[in-house]
Nanobody, 115 residues
Framework: QVQLVESGGGLVQAGGSLRLSCAAS????????MGWYRQAPGKQRELVAT???????NYANSVKGRFTISGDNAKLTVYLQMNSLKPEDTAVYYC?????????WGQGTQVTVSS
C-alpha cells in the first residue's frame, strides 16, 4: 500500500502564491508516476502536473507558466509551487501516484483563491 499526505493549501488572494507538498510512504521507492490533480465544485477531477524521477514534467495548459512541479526522490515528496493564482484555480488539490494499473490518492487539500 501507498499513503499520500498533502499539505500547504489555504486561502490566498488572486495573484498570490502557495506551495503544496505531497509526502509518500509505504510501498513506494520513487516519485516516478506522481502528480497533482484538482477538482473544483461541480467539475470533474483534472490533471494539473506530473513528474518523473528523471525530471520530466507535464502541465495542464491552464497552469503552464504559473505552476511548477518538483520532487525530492530521497524524501519521496512532490511539491507544487503555484504562482499568480487566479480564482479559477480554486479547487481541492489531490496528489496521485500511479504504479501499473493501481492509482493511489491523497485526501486532498483545499486551495481557495479570492478575487
Amino acid at each position: 500500500q501507498v499513503q499520500l499526505v498533502e499539505s500547504g493549501g489555504g486561502l490566498v488572494q488572486a495573484g498570490g502564491s502557495l506551495r503544496l507538498s505531497c509526502a509518500a510512504s509505504g510501498s513506494i521507492f520513487s516519485i516516478n508516476g506522481m502528480g497533482w490533480y484538482r477538482q473544483a465544485p461541480g467539475k470533474q477531477r483534472e490533471l494539473v502536473a506530473t513528474i518523473t524521477a528523471a525530471g520530466w514534467r507535464n502541465y495542464a495548459n491552464s497552469v503552464k507558466g504559473r505552476f511548477t512541479i518538483s520532487g525530492d526522490n530521497a524524501k519521496l515528496t512532490v511539491y507544487l509551487q503555484m504562482n499568480s493564482l487566479k480564482p479559477e484555480d480554486t479547487a481541492v488539490y489531490y496528489c496521485k501516484y500511479t504504479r501499473g494499473l493501481s492509482d493511489y490518492w491523497g485526501q486532498g487539500t483545499q486551495v481557495t483563491v479570492s478575487s
